[in-house]
């Protein structure tokens, strides 16, 4: 499962980690522990796209990257992404 972080900021007060604690994600918001735990409780193997979810859009690096790992797997494959980046890989 290809997973995709959310948007990044470095503002300390936007979005809580698993513990509801707040502080900066530069490459993205994403419980990585519980997307892959997700990912492993459907039989896929958690795969977190590095790069982040901002800027939104369809030639973003994670877009890309995401998309690109997409057409080389010709396994079954999901998506596992919100916000900043899987929006935009949904509409591609």
Do not use: R, V
């Given at each position: 499962m290809l997973i995709l972080r959310g948007n990044g900021t470095d503002d300390a007060d936007t979005y809580p980690?698993?513990?509801?604690?707040?502080h900066p994600w530069p490459?993205?918001?994403?419980?990585?522990?519980?997307?892959?735990?997700f990912a492993a409780q459907l039989d896929y193997d958690p795969v977190v796209i590095d790069a982040p979810g901002?800027?939104?859009?369809?030639?973003s690096k994670q877009v890309t990257k995401a998309l690109d790992s997409f057409h080389e797997d010709k396994g079954?494959?999901?998506?596992?992404?919100?916000?900043g980046g899987g929006y935009a890989v949904v509409i591609m």
């Open positions: 980690d698993e513990q509801g604690k707040t490459e993205g918001a994403l419980h990585e522990k519980a997307a892959k735990a901002w800027p939104q859009g369809p030639d079954k494959i999901g998506l596992y992404g919100f916000s």
